[in-house]
């Protein structure tokens, strides 16, 4: 682990409008990042109730018959899922809580969290918006189809990404994350 990160692992949130490209954007800088040594886990925010399980499985027979929590697990994985207590409801899990099962992790990228007080960059495409809605200095760049004139309420000096300059975004994600580093080709 780097040394630098003191075990402490750091948070950097890909934000935007539903349907904007994160889950897309996020798959394409993972390789990018672990391929620079960085042992990344993710994040993701459902505004709705998910499902885990599908019908037919074991462990959703057992939640079927009434289990709160279930664990899957082989030699190389596993899964938990517990359902939130009552009382837990209506105070939403933060990623710090969620962070400590990736006790490994360097980085943990958010999906969502646009709103957060995290680190991010927010997509904008075209055919979903033109607004930026991610506000305050906590938004470090946007990544978008659109002419940098063309985005809505563009902070003044938030530098502009297209959708497919994926390594140059890695790049920025890493200097912002590492400033002092002088090579953000191998972080480790």
Same mark, same amino acid.
């Given at each position: ?101 990736? =006790?490994? #992790?360097?980085?943990? &990228?958010? %999906? *969502?969290?646009?709103?957060? !007080?995290?680190?991010? +960059? /927010?997509? $904008? ?22 002419? =940098?004139? #063309?985005?809505?309420? &563009?902070? %003044? *000096?938030?530098?502009?990404? !297209?959708?497919?300059? +994926? /390594?140059? $975004? ?19």
């Amino acid at each position: 682990m780097n040394k630098r990160l003191e075990k402490k692992s750091l948070f950097y949130a890909v934000s935007g409008v539903k349907n904007s490209g994160k889950t897309t954007l996020i798959t394409k800088l993972l390789p990018i990042l672990t391929g620079r040594g960085l042992k990344v886990a993710t994040i993701k925010h459902d505004g709705h109730d998910f499902q885990t399980d599908v019908p037919g499985t074991d462990t959703f027979a057992h939640f079927q018959a009434g289990a709160y929590g279930t664990v899957v697990f082989s030699e190389h994985k596993f899964m938990v899922v517990k359902k939130q207590p009552e009382e837990a409801r209506a105070e939403q899990m933060t990623p710090e809580q969620l962070a400590s099962w990736f =006790p490994e #992790a360097d980085l943990i &990228l958010l %999906e *969502g969290f646009k709103d957060s !007080g995290y680190p991010k +960059v /927010e997509l $904008i495409r075209g055919a979903n918006s033109s607004d930026c809605v991610c506000r305050g200095r906590n938004l470090r760049a946007v990544v978008t189809d659109l002419a =940098p004139g #063309a985005v809505k309420g &563009l902070p %003044e *000096g938030v530098p502009v990404f !297209g959708l497919e300059d +994926v /390594e140059s $975004i890695a790049e920025f994600i890493l200097k912002d994350l590492f400033p002092l580093s002088g090579n953000t080709k191998e972080i480790i």
